[in-house]
């Protein structure tokens, strides 16, 4: 039971235009949701969070967008950079369960082609 | 840098062995979780330690072990192995264990022969 998904594997992207990456989630008792950048034998970066009571955070080129009656959430990068290649996570996590573990998704390879 | 360390970077064992996962939190956290990744399985939530007291448990199966010390760097024990246990094990930290970004180390990549 995959409560968090993300179902594009992977996505190409021209150096400079907009990076779209789509998050799904089952469990409406999610309340902050969180986005992670890998790259190739590092660990999961902290990139960006939102939380449930909010439907926008922006950090420079990253913003998250969250549309709770859809559970669904998008992170943009604006302009994308090749640096930006990486396997990006959605996360979450749901408070009163008792524990603050983080469910990811499977990760969207992103690739920036200069 | 995360600030967390993780200790070896790389373990090859066989199949029955034991061994033991080491991390470091970043100066300052309480908290410390321990996330498998394996193939097709995804970044899975194991356990986690808040001030050297086991606050939650995941997916983690009887013959996995964990600890938190005084020092608040935490162990994860892995025993009687098997050739799915095969992963990268990752552990995180944060302050308080609260919604707060939790901090992952570079994991410990773990390979049954």
């Known amino acids: 039971d995959q409560q968090v998904k993300q179902n594009s594997p992977s996505l190409s992207v021209q150096e400079g235009r907009i990076s779209i990456l789509n998050c799904d989630y089952t469990?409406?008792?999610?309340?902050?949701f969180l986005w992670y950048k890998k790259y190739p034998a590092e660990g999961p970066t902290f990139l960006i969070s939102?939380?449930?009571?909010?439907d926008k955070n922006e950090d420079g080129r990253f913003t998250v967008f969250l549309n709770k009656s859809a559970k669904h959430l998008s992170l943009h990068i604006v302009p994308s950079q090749p640096g930006d290649s990486a396997v990006y996570f959605c996360?979450?996590?749901?408070?009163?369960?008792?524990?603050?573990?983080?469910?990811f998704g499977k990760g969207t390879k992103l690739s920036v082609i200069p | 840098d995360s600030g967390v360390t993780q200790t070896p970077k790389h373990l090859i064992t066989a199949t029955g062995q034991r061994v033991t996962l080491r991390c470091s939190p970043r100066s300052g956290d309480l908290s410390v979780y321990w996330y498998q990744q394996s193939l097709d399985q995804g970044l899975q939530f194991l356990i986690q330690y808040y001030n050297g007291e086991e606050r939650a448990k995941g997916n983690i199966l009887e013959r996995f072990s964990a600890q938190q010390f005084p020092d608040l760097h935490s162990e994860l024990n892995l025993s009687s192995l098997e050739l799915g246990d095969s992963a990268l094990y990752f552990c995180?930290?944060?302050?308080?264990?609260?919604?707060?970004?939790?901090?992952f180390g570079d994991g410990t990549r773990l390979s049954i022969l």
């Open positions: 469990n409406s008792m999610f309340d902050y």
């Open positions: 996360a979450s996590i749901w408070a009163g369960a008792g524990s603050y573990q983080l469910t």
């Open positions: 995180a930290s944060n302050l308080r264990g609260g919604n707060q970004p939790q901090h």
């Open positions: 939102i939380s449930s009571i909010k």
